[in-house]
C-alpha cells in the first residue's frame, strides 16, 4: 500500500452563513471557472452552521478579506492512500473504515490530530504541515511513503526524523461527544466535469440560494431534516453528498451513482464546536466501524463531523 502525500498547502475556513453573499464570487469561480484560476484542490461543504471550505493557497486568494471568514491557525498536507501505483484520485475508493486501522488510529495513538475528507473518489486525511514528521514515522512502517511534486510521484524523504518518538501507550477510545441522526437520506456521488456547465445554474442555487428558513406551515415531520451540501472539486474530479431530495432536482442521468444506487444516513458528532486539536475524534468512530466491517464515509467540517453509513441498524450500532 502507498500513502501518498500530495503537494497541496492547505487551508481550513469557515463562512458565517451572512457573509456568504461577499463570498459568491470566488467561490463561483473556484467550483465552475477553475480553468481561471490555478486552484487544483477546492472543497465546499454547507452545513446548519456555517460554510467549510478547504482550498489550496493559490484558491484562497479568489477570497475577499472579511470578518465573516475564520480560517484555522495551521497550513494542512492532504494524505491519500492509494492500492499500488497510479494517480491518488482514479485509485479505487477505499473508505475511512479500510484506513482507520491502518491510518486513522496509529496517528491519534500519537496524538495527530486529523481532518477527514471523504469524496466519491477517494478519502483525503489532513495533518497540519508542522505534524509530518510525526506522521512519517507513524506511518513509514505501513506504507511506501511518496509525496507529489510538481504533479510527478516521487519517494518521500524521511525529514531526518529517526530517533525521539515515545511508543504510545494504547488505550480504549470510547466514544464521547455526542451524536445525533437527521432523518434525510444523503448520496454520494459525481458527474463528469464536461457535463457541469448544463448544471452550473442549478448548483449555484443549491450551493448559495437554498438553505433558507422553511416554509410557512411545514409539517414537524421536517424538524429533524439538516441542511448539508458538500462539493468537491479535486484535481479535475468532482465529487457531490447531497440528501436525496436535492438529488432529484438533477436531470436524468446527469449523476453518477452505484450500481444498487445506495442511500446512506448520516451521525452528525459534535454538541458543541470540536475545534482542531483533540486527537482521536475520527478514530472513535471509524474503528468501531471498521471492526464491524462496516462501510463509511467520512467529511469533518469546521465545527462538526460527520459520518455517512449505509443503514439503519448500522446508525444504531453507532449510537449505542
Given at each position: ?10 487551508k ?11 463570498c459568491t464570487?470566488?467561490?463561483i ?27 489550496d ?22 494524505l ?10 482514479n ?8 484506513i ?5 488510529a ?14 466519491y ?24 511513503l ?7 510521484t ?27 441522526s ?26 448559495f ?40 432536482r ?10 444498487s ?9 459534535g ?24 462501510p463509511?464515509y ?15 441498524p ?7
Open positions: 500500500m502507498e500513502l501518498h502525500i500530495l503537494e497541496h498547502s492547505l481550513v475556513a469557515s463562512i458565517e452563513k451572512e457573509g456568504i453573499q461577499i464570487h470566488g467561490l469561480k473556484l467550483a465552475f471557472l477553475a480553468s481561471k484560476t490555478r486552484c487544483k484542490f477546492f472543497s465546499l461543504t454547507e452545513t446548519p452552521e456555517d460554510y467549510t471550505i478547504i482550498v493557497e493559490e484558491g484562497f486568494k479568489e477570497l475577499p478579506q472579511s470578518e465573516h471568514i475564520s480560517v484555522a491557525d495551521a497550513t494542512w498536507l492532504a491519500n492512500v492509494v492500492s499500488g501505483g497510479g494517480n491518488a484520485s485509485s479505487p475508493p477505499i473508505g475511512v473504515t479500510k482507520a486501522k491502518s491510518v486513522i496509529p496517528l491519534a495513538d500519537h496524538n495527530i490530530s486529523v481532518f477527514m475528507l471523504s469524496t473518489q477517494t478519502d483525503f486525511i489532513l495533518v497540519r504541515e508542522r505534524d509530518l514528521p510525526m506522521v512519517m514515522h507513524t506511518l513509514s512502517s505501513e506504507f511506501t511518496l509525496r507529489v511534486v510538481n504533479g510527478e516521487v519517494a518521500a524523504h524521511n525529514l531526518g526524523v529517526t530517533n525521539g518518538f515515545v511508543k504510545p501507550k494504547l488505550v480504549p477510545r470510547p466514544i464521547i461527544h455526542p451524536l445525533s437527521p432523518s434525510n437520506m444523503f448520496c454520494v456521488t459525481s458527474l463528469d466535469p464536461d457535463t457541469l456547465p448544463s448544471v452550473a445554474t442549478l448548483l449555484m442555487d443549491v450551493m440560494y437554498s438553505g433558507g428558513p422553511k416554509e410557512p406551515g411545514a409539517s414537524s415531520e421536517d424538524s429533524s431534516h439538516i441542511r448539508f451540501f458538500s462539493f468537491s472539486l479535486i484535481e479535475g474530479y468532482i465529487s457531490l453528498v447531497m440528501d436525496e431530495q436535492t438529488t432529484q438533477f436531470p436524468n442521468n446527469v449523476l453518477f451513482t452505484s450500481a444506487g445506495e442511500l446512506w444516513k448520516m451521525v452528525r458528532i454538541g458543541q464546536p470540536l475545534g482542531f486539536d483533540e486527537c482521536g475524534i475520527v478514530a472513535q468512530i471509524s474503528e468501531p466501524l471498521a471492526t464491524a466491517d462496516i463509511a467520512y467529511i469533518s467540517t469546521f465545527k462538526f463531523d460527520h459520518a455517512l453509513v449505509r443503514k439503519e448500522q446508525i444504531k450500532f453507532i449510537l449505542t
